[in-house]
């Protein structure tokens, strides 16, 4: 099942770090932003194709402009060998085809420890190399796979993609959208036709001249040195001051986005540093304004070009925050923050309209400058958004923030926490664009201080599973849908050591569960393995062509699992293995994919069923509660709904609880599925529920932690994540809680949204609350 959390993600948004050649990665097939690509990439760069030897193969490529980063490589020879991917889809003899000596590449790359990942384009055309640094500091590369379906990002030709990463690293102008409809596949083959030119004829990327940068800067010099720069100084006199000042803040604006990972962590870091910072900008610029006016005989109105253009800008503000109010976006980043210049630009218009009315019975001298209003605007406009970042929001009644922990990389978390007595452990995707990857944090429960962190050496691939604690031990595999060759891990729960690993065929999105000194867990189309728990030691392998990324649930000498849904495996089945050998007791075909955990309670197995993804419900939504007989596997009973449920449920005394894609959370009598009460959270619920005796704990998709009355399904408290980040969040992780001196305690993983890139936060919220039975964390 393909599982990618909101936004892009949150954003489509995660992307896949394929390690080594040797393993088999598969393509990657979710849909990335371009945008997301220019700020998460450590390196940009064009390379020239130096030599193509088609008889070993083999390509070096040598570097020719910078447009991101200096390379620390000038040449990059590769070895067209291809990886399991690769060789299975026949990618060397076409990518071949698609390439000449002297053609242009644009390249992609990024470092993650001792490797570097690469993603080349020419002419519609994406590839993936990988780059190893040896002991001996050279780096050697290798080809892995064409990436067809990265056409939906760009598929234009290459010297249209060269100018759209200038443009948008210059903030001049937004890279296109990634189009979804796009067909995968690669460019056209190298003819005498269609042979593409060196880009050398575009000059550098200083030739490009960017608007927001170089407009200011020329502004000032016209407003300094008006006998040198007299021309320009006829031209932009009127909105000389504006235009720097625009220039300025939007340069400390991009700055702040681009490093809020490096920055976060000190006062000059926060958003109230940054709208103050803009707004004192903003206030010397209106000074400044006044005085260039009082020295100066202009009329205060502007002329009809200048309003002509103020309105033009005020109606295309106008129509984005009408879009945005539809989407529901317009109150988060980036699209609130440009209700800064929207605003500007509707004081500009409305004052433009107030002098041509009124300036007939006004001295001209007597009235402010169109300009100078506008600087006002934007002062006021920082200023009121400096206040707002610095006011904290207050938790509901009831509930007490205790601490927030913030990557400083980006990322988003979909894997459930696991609290132990070294720590509270938790497992993030890091990175965005083309360089994600996944680490697992040792946090401190009481600060939200990392204690540790293991991302295998910066090797590790993205993580949905989420951990598991035994004995001193902490096991969790990587990997999501589209990935392959993926590892299970075993670490020391203390120090974040790594004990052992061993590897998959296929990806890893199921959780551990550790029984009888081994531990199984579900490997997508590579079946359920049984490990010894301390040697890695194989006990047993099931494969069945099943694909499988439930959490298995062993119960005794019985292991209860299910399967879902692949682009080559179909069967869906829920089934019952002995877990001493793996041998089948029992299985039944289900009439929807298999995605819920299950849950035993006595004689009772509860599977969730359902079609679409974690983020994106199917064009013909389906779902349903499936109860069985723990002992044959026999249909009890079966609770049909409009959406998927794909979390494992829970039960407590006689109900059993849930959440579904619907949006609602449900209570259904144990014995007879008849429905006790469904509560609607406003957005889709796919993380499992913590229920106590007395209390139900809900995270809805869309940011909402909500504790419900078990009996009624009332709410006692609710807690908004994106009200409290004033930010989209995407919450896909279930809590985890402890009590502390009568203090019932959560951990929250969330996604928040960034102005270009979806950040991971854990929230440790505190709520006081009588001791029942406890809740039962996930």
Known sequence: MTRSPAWTLVLGLVFGLLSSAAPAYAVITRLIPLREVLASEQLIFTAKVEKLDRDKPALTLQIRDDLKGKAPFRTLPVPLTPDTQGERAGDTPRLLKRLAPDLTLIVFASQRGKRFTAFAYTEGTWFQMIGQVGDDSAIRWSFTHCEPYLRRTFHGTTAELRQVLVDGLADKKQPPEPDPKEPPGLGPEISSKNCQAPLDQYGPLFAIIPTFVIVGPLALLATLFPAIFGGLALLLRRWAVLLATASLTSMVYLGYCWFHGTLKDHWWGTAAALWGTMALIALAGMAWSGQRRSQSEEPA???????????????????????????????????????????????????????????????????????????????????????????????????????????????????????GEKGLYIASIRGSGFSTGGVVYCLNPESGEELWRFDDGGAMQRVFSSPCLDDGRLYIGEGLHENRGCKFYCLDAASGRKLWDSETASHIESSP???????????????????????????????????????????????????????????????????????????????????????????????????????????????????????????????????????????????????????????????????????????????????????????????LVCCLDSDSGEPAWVFDVAEHAQSKATLLAAPASEWIEHQRRLYIGASLERAFASQAVVYALETSELPTRGLRSP
């Open 301 to 419: 109105d502007s002329g009809r070009a200048e309003g002509i253009l103020v309105w033009c800008v005020s109606l295309l503000g106008l129509a984005v925050v009408i879009v945005g109010i539809r989407q529901g976006t317009v109150f988060y980043p980036p699209w609130r923050d440009l209700l800064v210049v929207w605003s500007v630009a509707w004081v500009g218009a409305g004052y433009w309209v107030v002098l041509h009315l009124v300036k007939r019975g006004q001295p001209a001298a007597t009235l402010p400058s169109t300009e100078r209003v506008m600087l006002g605007a934007l002062t006021l406009a920082c200023a009121g958004s400096a206040a707002i970042s610095g006011i904290p929001t207050m938790p509901a009644d009831g509930i007490r923030l205790v601490w927030t922990f913030e990557p400083k990389e980006n990322g988003a978390i979909l894997s459930s926490g696991a609290l």
């Open 513 to 703: 569960c550790v029984a009888n000194g081994n531990v199984y867990f579900g490997a997508g189309a590579d079946g359920i393995y049984c490990l010894d728990a301390k040697t890695a030691a194989p006990r047993w392998h099931f494969q069945e062509n099943l694909h499988i990324d439930t959490s298995p649930k062993v119960v005794g000498n019985r292991l209860y699992a299910g399967s879902g849904v692949s682009r080559t495996q179909h069967t869906t089945e829920v089934f019952c293995l002995d877990a001493d050998s793996g041998r089948v007791i029992w299985r039944h075909a289900a009439k929807l994919p298999v995605w819920g955990s299950p849950c035993v309670a006595g004689n009772r197995v509860f599977f969730g069923l359902g079609n679409g993804r974690f983020d994106q419900s199917d064009e013909h939504p389906a779902g349903a509660l499936l109860c069985v007989d723990a002992e044959d596997g026999k249909e009890i009973w079966c609770y049909d709904m409009d959406d998927a449920v794909l979390m494992a449920p829970a039960v407590e005394g006689g109900m059993v609880y849930f959440g579904s894609r619907d949006h609602h959370a449900y209570c259904l009598q144990r014995d007879t599925g008849q429905l006790q009460w469904k509560a609607d959270l406003g957005s889709p619920v796919v993380a499992r529920l913590g229920v106590g005796k007395n209390r139900v704990y809900v995270v809805a998709s869309a940011g």
